[in-house]
């Protein structure tokens, strides 16, 4: 097809590029986009950044029906971002993904101005959550002296969050009542070197926090009663200390019974004995 000469400039680029794509994949196998129109069936739900130099399929050698994706600002999971959730419900039910990857790179813009003190509008909303991961890794942070180092580790950190908070959604939650559901994993992508690193995130520390974040009635029923025995338990380790400690505490002495003033002894008129005091 033919591109028209009225074609802008900077348009007529794009579309003798695709142009070209379709001749080379052509070239490969004459029926590719026949079989492309059947529908898809990717293995693969990609979360990535959107950061124009960490193409998902290009990256991860995959190609067209291969990956579904999604991407945003700082590869973000959020619960309440609708976009989000309808390309993972959709990619979880439907499509029946096997694997679902959350996809940081170093050297994140995102991530540098969550880290920064600047502010940079509406953005800072949506930068929020980075700072969240911030918070709950203060420590560690604050324990890298050199500044890449530091921001290295928190593009590490915010990944290892996001996948968590993928666990939390009802979407993969009720995902794992079934069989075979799919299998989580964060990464991060070296501009630098084109390495995908694999984190080997896990999310079974979030099992204790199963009567939280599981919408289920049982699991909450067993996970609120195993809750209270804990803190029925730590309460008694707390109240042991304290009651043996008033055991041991000096008792009052006793009266000497000697020092009372004794009774005298009369009887009555029906021979029956009265005390009272001399």
């Known amino acids: 097809m033919d591109?028209?000469?009225?074609?802008?400039?900077?348009?007529?680029?794009?579309?003798?590029?695709?142009?070209?794509?379709?001749k080379d994949q052509l070239a490969k196998d004459p029926q590719y986009f026949e079989k492309l129109a059947l529908g898809q069936k990717p293995r693969y739900l990609f979360i990535g950044c959107s950061d124009s130099r960490v193409p998902g399929s290009g990256i991860t050698g995959t190609g067209p029906g291969e990956m579904f994706t999604h991407r945003n600002i700082a590869n973000l999971?959020?619960?309440?971002?609708?976009?989000?959730?309808?390309?993972?419900?959709?990619?979880?039910?439907?499509?029946?993904?096997?694997?679902?990857?959350?996809?940081?790179?170093?050297?994140?813009?995102?991530?540098?101005?969550?880290?920064?003190?600047?502010?940079?509008?509406?953005?800072?909303?949506?930068?929020?959550?980075?700072?969240?991961?911030?918070?709950l890794h203060e420590t560690e942070l604050l324990r890298i002296k050199d500044d890449e180092e530091r921001l290295r580790r928190l593009v590490e950190l915010n990944v290892i969050e996001q996948v968590r908070n993928l666990a939390k959604t009802t979407i993969i939650q009720n995902a794992r009542k079934r069989q075979n559901p799919p299998k989580l994993h964060g990464l991060v992508y070296d501009i630098r070197e084109g390495i995908l690193k694999d984190l080997?995130?896990?999310?079974?520390?979030l099992n204790e926090f199963q009567h939280i974040y599981q919408r289920d009635k049982a699991?909450?029923?067993?996970?609120?009663?195993?809750?209270?025995?804990?803190?029925?338990?730590?309460?008694?380790?707390?109240?042991?200390?304290?009651?043996?400690?008033?055991?041991?505490?000096?008792?009052?002495?006793?009266?000497?019974?000697?020092?009372?003033?004794?009774?005298?002894?009369?009887?009555?008129?029906?021979?029956?004995?009265?005390?009272?005091?001399?």
């Open 3 to 22: 591109i028209p000469k009225t074609t802008p400039l900077h348009m007529k680029r794009i579309l003798e590029g695709n142009r070209r794509w379709v």
């Open 77 to 135: 999971v959020v619960h309440t971002d609708m976009n989000l959730l309808s390309v993972l419900q959709y990619a979880v039910e439907v499509l029946e993904v096997e694997v679902i990857m959350v996809v940081g790179h170093y050297g994140c813009g995102g991530v540098a101005a969550a880290a920064s003190n600047n502010q940079y509008g509406l953005i800072d909303n949506w930068l929020t959550n980075i700072r969240d991961v911030i918070r």
């Open 200 to 205: 080997e995130v896990s999310t079974e520390d």
């Open 219 to 278: 699991v909450l029923t067993a996970g609120t009663q195993v809750l209270l025995e804990k803190l029925q338990q730590e309460d008694n380790d707390y109240q042991a200390p304290a009651a043996q400690q008033q055991e041991e505490q000096p008792q009052p002495l006793a009266a000497d019974a000697s020092q009372e003033e004794p009774a005298e002894l009369a009887l009555n008129s029906n021979g029956k004995q009265t005390g009272r005091r001399a």
